[in-house]
């Protein structure tokens, strides 16, 4: 599974970061984001995942989206 996050759409209410804080990171500009070393990377570990599909669906805006 990928991870992406739209920042367009993120209200930066960080519940992502504290479900998911190894994947999801808050910036220094105030923002969230997924940390560059999961951009575009297939995350396979089943725990990691389970935590990343909890942050999506906890997200209130929608922004977190997941590609199998």
Do not use: H, W
């Amino acid at each position: 599974m990928k991870v992406v996050l739209d920042k367009e759409v993120c209200t930066i209410c960080f519940s992502c970061v504290a479900i998911c804080p190894e994947v999801f990171e808050g910036k220094d500009d105030g923002t969230v984001d997924v940390k560059d070393e999961y951009k575009g990377v297939d995350i396979t570990d089943p725990e990691l995942q389970g935590k990343v599909r909890e942050a999506a669906n906890a997200c209130p805006s929608g922004a977190i989206s997941i590609e199998e």
